[in-house]
């Protein structure tokens, strides 16, 4: 097992220490129906949560996703820098399923407070109509990043790991699924304090009472039935980890594919090729872990996040 302080060395070799410093654990105001609507359906536009950047400085652009742009930012009341993420009006005249997502994201930043989600300070229509999130500013790298500049060795990912399965026990306890476990969404923090890791982006995010069978995440890491549109519990957020840990270790996803039909072939006809062929330095107890991560019939894996926490621990 490896420490905070010895992969803090590793990341120290590769990117120069930061001394941000990282915002509140103030969670922000906005209306309790989020989106202007109340319980019973009725939009009432005094509902709707508001922003004022005007309270920010904006910088450069740090980060682009699906539907959103993020900028740096900075408060002068708090002396703090933070990440705007700003989903354009546009796109949500264009796209009424963004509402809902905004709202789950909302929700799920609400009712999240863990040391390895990154929080949420602010939220809200800013003028023009878009709508923004403020987070706290990270310094340090993306798990993509890293995986890109060189491969991670066991005991690295292992430590790594642990902590994004805490995240995701924590999540799943509250009846939610995180739906986009990828590289990018995991975030290696490095600051004064030592190296620490978050999860980022409930963008995807939904409670388990929502049953909707929309297709939706990043193809390469997508469990097989959320690729296929089928039921989903915690246990597609077990594989996503999986196949994040596989390219870790590997350089390479589990299934490469290009397109989602091929991705369901290789879903149906094939098993990913062994870890140890393509790492002969992985410890087998680390291999068969992160291979149950990713059968294919959920009720082949771990049972759920804790199950899979403690399993680790014991490698």
């Not at 993509?144 to 060795?153: A, D, I, N, P």
Request: charged letters at 20%; aromatic letters at 10%.
């Amino acid at each position: 097992m490896i420490g905070a302080d010895t992969l803090g060395v590793a990341l120290r070799l590769l990117t120069r220490r930061s001394t941000w410093t990282s915002v509140s654990d103030n969670p922000g105001v906005f209306a309790p129906q989020a989106l202007g609507f109340t319980e019973d359906g009725t939009y009432l536009p005094e509902l709707r949560p508001r922003l004022s950047l005007s309270s920010y400085t904006l910088g450069p652009i740090i980060g682009r996703g699906g539907v959103a742009i993020v900028r740096l930012g900075w408060c002068p009341l708090a002396q703090i820098y933070v990440a705007v993420k700003c989903i354009p009006a546009v796109l949500m005249n264009t796209r009424p399923e963004l509402s809902v997502a905004i709202e789950y994201e909302l929700e799920a930043y609400r009712s999240f407070q863990h040391p390895a989600i990154v929080k949420m300070v602010n939220a809200g229509f800013v003028e023009g109509g878009d709508f923004c999130f403020v987070f706290e500013y990270l310094s340090g790298w993306s798990f993509e990043r890293l995986f890109t500049h060189r491969l991670v060795s066991p005991a690295e990912l292992q430590w790594m790991a642990v902590h994004v399965l805490q995240a995701l026990q924590y999540i799943h306890e509250r009846e939610w699924i995180h739906r986009d476990i990828k590289p990018s969404n995991l975030f290696l923090v490095t600051d004064p304090a030592g190296v620490q890791v978050r999860v980022l982006d409930f963008g995807l995010a939904v409670p388990l009472t929502d049953t909707s069978p929309a297709v939706e995440g990043t193809l390469e890491y997508m469990s097989p039935e959320q690729a296929l549109g089928e039921p989903i519990d915690g246990r597609s957020d077990i594989w996503s980890l999986g196949a994040v840990m596989y390219r870790a270790l590997t350089g390479l996803p589990p299934w490469p594919s290009n397109s989602m039909a091929e991705r369901a072939r290789s879903f149906m006809m094939e098993s990913p090729p062994p870890l140890q062929s393509r790492n002969t330095i992985l410890p087998k107890s680390l291999a068969a872990f992160i291979e149950r991560c990713l059968y294919r019939d959920p009720a082949d894996r771990w049972s759920n996040a804790a199950q899979a926490l403690a399993a680790l621990m014991k490698v």
